[in-house]
Every structure is written in C-alpha cells, then in structure tokens.
C-alpha cells in the first residue's frame, strides 16, 4: 500500500491543547460546560457561592482593626524598642490570604512574619510574644477598657487572639543566619525558611496573580492543587533594552563615606529626636475608626468593580480588565484626617467620557444597593472628574481612577478620550506601588515619608516635591548605606 504525501521521522508534536481536547472527549466535556464556569464565578447562577464565601465587612473590620494595632506595636519595637531587649526585630511584612484580598469567611486570621536580625531562639519568642501582648493591651484598653488580648507561642512563632479576630505572627531571621541554626535552640530550619518563602509568595502574588478573576478561583479552591500558578515564563519576563539612565554624581554622605572618615567623638544623645519624632508620627497615623471606614468603603467598590470585571451581564458602557489599589492607603502611609484612598481600573476599551460616566453610574447604583442592604439610611454619591470619577460615603471617599491597556494608548484622541498624560500617569502609580511593596515596605521609612508629608503641608517651599518624590527620598535616607540596612530614624530625618 502506498500513502500519498510526506512526514518527517518521529512522532508529531504534541501540544497542550490537543491533550486538553483528548481529555474532554474522554471525560464527555463540551467547551459550552467549561464557559460556564464564568458564570458560577460571579455569582450570579442563584447560589451567590461567591458572595456566601467571600468575609463580611464586620469580619474585615475586625482583621483589619486587630493587624493594625498589631503592625504599630511591632512597628515601634523595629524602630525604637526601648529597654526590649530579648531580641532585634529587622520588618516586619504581611503575608497569607487576607493580604492577597482572599480571605474565606469565617476565618478571620490573618497572618504577619517578623524578620529578626538576631538568632531565633525560643526565649526570644517567648520574650517578643509577652512584649507584644503587654503593648498590645495597653494599646486596645486606652480605646475599649473591656478589651484584651491573649497570646500563645507554638513552633512557627506565636498567634495574638481579640475578640472576634486573631493575627498569627510567624517568626524568621535574615538569611545570612539560616546557616547558624541550631535545631536544640533555634526555631527549626524548614519553619523558618517557609517564612521567608511566604514573604516571597505574597510578593509574586502581588506582581502577577492580583487580576479579579484569579481571586475568585483562588476563593472556591477549584484551581488545580487549589493554588495559583504562574504563568508560562514563571516571575515574569525580565525588562530587557532598558534605556540607559544618566548617572549623576553624588554628593559627599557621611553615612556612605563613615568607614573612610572614622569618627572622632563619640556620637551624640539623639534619644530626644527620636521620641520628639515618633511622637509627631503618632499623631499623623490615621485612627482605627478613619481606617476602618475606609476599608469598609474600598472592599465594597472592589466587590462591584470585580462583579463588572468577571461578569460584567448587561453593563455595555465599557469593558474592565482588572482592578489595583494604589494610593497611600495601600502603601500604609495614609494621614490623619485624609480619609481617602485611590483605586485604578484599567479599561480593555478606549476611555472615552460617556463610557467613564456610564460606569459612574453603574457603580453608584450597585454601591447604594450593597450599602442599603446592609444599613438602609447609609447611601455614597458619584462625581465625575478629569481623572476618573470619585465615590463619597459617610465619613471616606475613593478616588476611582481610569487608565487603559498600554497598547491603546496610541488610539486616543483628545477630543473624545481622557487626557493621555492622565491614563499614563495611572499607569505609572500601579508601578509605583508596585516597587514601594518590593523595595520601601520598611517600617522606617513609612514613618519617614509620614514626616517628610507633614512637613511638605506645612512649608511651601516643599510643595513641589510629589508623592513618588517623597517615598523615593525616604528609601534613599533609609536604606542607602554600606550595610544596606534600615538607619535609625533620627539619623535617616538628619
């Protein structure tokens, strides 16, 4: 028998999606049951699995209220610990689902990892866990004298319990030390390296899977092996043909040039500095009541925003891609009295104007009706803007801001699109935040822009400088010396 044509040696090529179509003729899968699961996803196929497993904002008030006062006390032993002295703290870093936004109701746990810079022995645990619950009390006494917290160490570290909400707080050390471990002593090896991976993970995650839709097959654990998983390409492809950046001089530091200049004197008292400054800076951090109504505020205009995302039904104003926080309610550097947080939506269509107003009114519809549900006097109102729209409730505002994907940036025209300027700008503060979560999530240096804020509001020569400005500022006092590690606050403000 003769076969016409030719093929090369070998089996063919095998692709994914052959075997993906294989397997759907085996298992008896049509691709109409696979494009439903959209559907399932947002809720909308009258279970409301979503909305059943999504946490109520009394449930994320009560995370977020406990965390908080818990990353301020930490926070005050990373910069001053006083007479503290069962060890060193060197950050401290959120991680776990309530960082990623996929929190399940019902658990209310939220998870924070305390970087050490000495050994992590168990007396120095035991010593941490009691400074914290003894701070941590006071703290929550002075607001509600009813409240307390309890503590209890276990092998990761030790878990903070409040009435309605607990914070596990998973113990590592840096990572020159891992080699110094001593299985007796120390914490053990495998726990304390899975704390460092976590800080890793939750970075990633932060980089790569923060799209609506991954959030929700992450919250019904239906993903294979029930993680996310990256993409082809793994972190993400490297930014190669960079443009070259011109490297100025810079000027004479004495921190940088201190082991050349040895010092003569012993260095001076600055303990007065110091208190004088975390004092200022406690009287700039928002109060528990103006962040919780924040969050109450964003976690709703995120759960509509992410409904229009996934299942968008009949909405045709315009089309969503994603959803990201950016701001300094983000970042964790927000002011007292500033209750407004920022919140960008990056359009799959062209930005016109109609489609920003019609997507003002969506939302303002959607919000009220979410709102009225839970308390029927409560209502938020929708104002359009050169930059996007902004949503006002009761006590705090959301400043929604529009962009759209980098490839449509070359269609708009600026008679029938926002300004192009604007959408670039929106852009730039996603990779803002992005490189303040990766490089500037030092407690330092939130305390340092906090300052270099205030004292930009009060003196107008310091007006020009930008936000981006300010936090590039404090990473460089903060972090630019020979160690690479964090200066004193009193210092860095010099």
């Known amino acids: ?91 401290v870093r959120q991680v776990g689902s309530y960082k990623k936004g996929t929190m399940m109701a019902g658990k209310n746990v939220a998870d924070i990892v305390v970087i050490m810079k000495t050994l992590p022995t168990k007396e120095a645990v035991e010593g941490l866990s009691n400074k914290v619950n003894e701070e941590l009390n006071k703290l929550m006494r002075a607001e509600t004298p009813s409240t307390s917290v309890t503590t209890a160490c276990h092998e990761r570290g030790f878990t903070v319990t409040g009435p309605s909400a607990a914070v596990r ?54 993903g294979r092996g029930g993680r996310g998983m990256p993409g082809r390409g793994g972190m993400g492809r490297p930014p190669f043909n960079r443009p070259r950046v011109l490297m100025l001089r810079p000027p004479f530091d004495l921190i940088l040039a201190e082991p050349a200049f040895p010092r003569c004197k012993p260095a001076p008292d600055d303990s007065a500095l110091t208190q004088a400054l975390l004092k200022r800076h406690a009287e700039l951090c928002p109060t528990p009541a103006e962040q919780s109504a924040v969050l109450s505020l964003i976690t709703k205009l995120q759960t509509v925003l992410d409904n229009l995302v996934v299942a968008p039904g009949d909405f045709a104003a315009c089309q969503l891609e994603e959803v990201r926080q950016v701001g300094s309610y983000k970042k964790g550097t927000m002011m007292a009295g500033k209750n407004v947080a920022d919140i960008v939506v990056i359009m799959k269509t062209l930005p016109t104007k109609e489609a920003v107003e019609g997507l003002s009114n969506k939302v303002n519809e959607e919000l009220n009706k979410l709102m009225r549900a839970e308390t029927p006097s409560t209502s938020v109102t929708t104002a359009c803007h050169e930059r996007g729209f902004t949503v006002t409730g009761p006590s705090a505002a959301v400043r929604v801001l529009i962009t759209t994907l980098h490839q449509n940036l070359r269609k708009l025209e600026p008679e029938v699109h926002l300004d192009y300027k604007v959408i670039n700008s929106h852009l730039a503060a996603i990779r803002h935040s992005r490189w303040f979560e990766e490089n500037a999530h030092h407690s330092s240096i939130k305390v340092l822009i906090r300052l270099l804020r205030d004292m930009c509001a009060r003196h107008s020569g310091l007006e020009p400088l930008t936000p981006w400005m300010i936090d590039l500022l404090a990473h460089h006092c903060i972090m630019n010396n020979p160690a690479r590690q964090a200066l004193p606050i009193n210092v860095a403000f010099r």
């Not at 016409?4 to 008896?28: F, H, S, T, V």
């Not at 439903?36 to 947002?42: D, H, I, K, P, Q």
């Not at 030390?177 to 990633?204: F, M, T």
Request: glycine content about 6%.
């Open 169 to 222: 707080v998973l113990i590592t050390t840096l990572h020159q030390n891992l080699r110094k471990l001593e299985p007796e002593v120390h914490l053990d090896y495998k726990v304390i390296n899975s704390h460092l991976a976590a800080i890793r993970h939750s970075r990633w995650f932060e980089e790569n899977a923060h799209h609506s839709s991954i959030k929700c097959i992450m919250v019904r654990g239906t």
């Open 1 to 91: 028998m003769n076969v016409e044509g030719w093929r090369g040696r070998g089996r063919p090529r095998k692709r994914w999606i052959d075997c993906l179509k294989e397997d759907m003729k085996q298992k008896g899968v049509d691709v109409s049951v696979a494009a439903g699961f959209r559907t399932l996803c947002s809720g909308r196929s009258g279970s409301g699995m979503l909305e059943e497993l999504c946490p109520t904002p009394a449930e994320q008030s009560a995370v977020l209220s406990l965390i908080t006062k818990l990353q301020t006390v930490l926070d005050n032993l990373v910069v001053a610990p006083g007479d503290f002295a069962a060890c060193q703290l060197e950050e």
